[in-house]
């Protein structure tokens, strides 16, 4: 799956004596993966680009906490679609500062690859960057896909090192025949290969559902976090106690969600996590709406202090 891809093949990529500058709301694969890598490692705030210029900048000046050496290389981490806080990552100017300072970017894109962008094919097709100018890009097939397993994209000279020293590679199984088969088809429908339509109708029902799901949770007056095309939708209920209470009682609706709190989130700031899916249909999404509505009423879920927009959304 995808938390062994980060893990296992990070440790590969960078070692004692380079600097990770690594966002702060980076998933704990990522973060296990740092930790095994022996790399010196510095967390910038959330999507702020000047902390990241701040901290990029002290460590060039400085260099290695003990020699003052210049670090073997820098590398900077970062999700497509942040997994707790559905934002976007600012992709274009984290290109920038990487060729401004020489750096390499590592893009996680877990939840992003197959969901974002005209196309489906993730953040970079979001912003319509060159995927040359990422150094590696991961991702993994156990959400788009509908499979298992993770990959890393990137130079062919990078690929051939991973596949002699990476540890996920050398100690794993290969994947089964039909597992390869769901990813290649899934692929094929989401590309067009596949001689229909199917896949730009998908990528198209994703973004519809996304906007309009956003929309209405606005009007209800709960309160979510991250970017208005994130189909990773955080809807907040702060408090500890709360998170179960909402999901056992969704689930007793019929509506599947995932509570997520402390440690994966700050102890304050625990919240539902909302997965859309192009499979949803509008009456699907309305009754989980209605439903949301009625129990936020019950459990006092209603924090958004914003004026209300009465009007009908449009689906």
Same mark, same amino acid.
């Given at each position: 799956?995808?938390?062994?891809?980060?893990?296992?093949?990070?440790?590969?990529?960078?070692?004692?004596?380079?600097?990770?500058?690594?966002?702060?709301?980076?998933?704990?694969?990522?973060?296990?993966?740092?930790?095994?890598?022996?790399?010196?490692?510095?967390?910038?705030?959330?999507?702020?680009?000047?902390?990241?210029?701040?901290?990029?900048?002290?460590? !060039?000046?400085? /260099?290695?906490?003990? @020699?003052? +050496?210049?670090? *073997?290389? =820098?590398?900077?981490?970062?999700?497509?679609?942040?997994?707790?806080?559905?934002?976007?990552?600012?992709?274009?100017?984290?290109?920038?500062?990487?060729?401004?300072?020489?750096?390499?970017?590592?893009?996680?894109?877990?939840?992003?690859?197959?969901?974002?962008?005209?196309?489906?094919?993730?953040?970079?097709?979001?912003?319509?960057?060159?995927?040359?100018?990422?150094?590696?890009?991961?991702?993994?097939?156990?959400?788009?896909?509908?499979?298992?397993?993770?990959?890393?994209?990137?130079?062919?000279?990078?690929?051939?090192?991973?596949?002699?020293?990476?540890?996920?590679?050398?100690?794993?199984?290969?994947?089964?025949?039909?597992?390869?088969?769901?990813?290649?088809?899934?692929?094929? !429908?989401?590309? /067009?290969?596949?001689? @229909?339509? +199917?896949?730009? *109708?998908? =990528?198209?029902?994703?973004?519809?559902?996304?906007?309009?799901?956003?929309?209405?949770?606005?009007?209800?007056?709960?309160?979510?976090?991250?970017?208005?095309?994130?189909?990773?939708?955080?809807?907040?209920?702060?408090?500890?106690?709360k998170i179960g209470a909402v999901v056992r009682t969704?689930?007793?609706?019929?509506?599947?969600?995932?509570?997520?709190?402390?440690?994966?989130?700050?102890?304050?700031?625990?919240?539902?996590?909302?997965?859309?899916?192009?499979?949803?249909?509008?009456?699907?999404?309305?009754?989980?709406?209605?439903?949301?509505?009625?129990?936020?009423?019950?459990?006092?879920?209603?924090?958004?202090?914003?004026?209300?927009?009465?009007?009908?959304?449009?689906?």
């Amino acid at each position: 799956m995808g938390f062994a891809t980060n893990s296992l093949n990070i440790p590969t990529l960078i070692s004692p004596g380079c600097l990770v500058v690594s966002d702060e709301k980076n998933h704990a694969s990522i973060i296990l993966g740092l930790r095994l890598s022996g790399a010196a490692t510095k967390v910038f705030k959330h999507n702020n680009m000047k902390d990241l210029e701040r901290v990029l900048q002290q460590a !060039i000046v400085t /260099g290695q906490p003990k @020699t003052g +050496e210049p670090w *073997k290389k =820098i590398m900077i981490f970062v999700e497509g679609v942040f997994s707790m806080e559905g934002s976007i990552v600012k992709l274009p100017e984290i290109i920038a500062l990487k060729k401004k300072y020489k750096a390499y970017i590592y893009l996680d894109e877990a939840h992003s690859i197959g969901a974002t962008g005209p196309s489906g094919r993730g953040v970079l097709d979001f912003y319509g960057v060159d995927p040359n100018d990422i150094d590696i890009l991961m991702g993994t097939f156990t959400k788009s896909f509908g499979s298992a397993g993770g990959y890393i994209a990137g130079s062919k000279t990078l690929i051939n090192f991973l596949r002699v020293n990476s540890h996920a590679h050398c100690y794993a199984s290969s994947m089964s025949p039909p597992v390869t088969q769901q990813i290649l088809t899934s692929m094929k !429908i989401i590309m /067009g290969l596949d001689g @229909t339509n +199917e896949g730009r *109708k998908r =990528i198209e029902q994703l973004a519809r559902n996304t906007t309009y799901f956003r929309k209405r949770l606005a009007q209800i007056g709960v309160i979510t976090f991250g970017h208005e095309d994130s189909p990773v939708v955080p809807m907040l209920v702060y408090l500890f106690s709360k998170i179960g209470a909402v999901v056992r009682t969704l689930t007793s609706r019929n509506i599947a969600v995932v509570g997520v709190g402390f440690p994966a989130t700050p102890i304050m700031e625990g919240r539902i996590r909302f997965c859309l899916s192009a499979a949803h249909t509008k009456d699907q999404l309305d009754y989980a709406l209605t439903v949301i509505d009625e129990i936020s009423d019950t459990l006092g879920l209603k924090y958004s202090r914003k004026p209300r927009d009465p009007r009908p959304i449009e689906y």
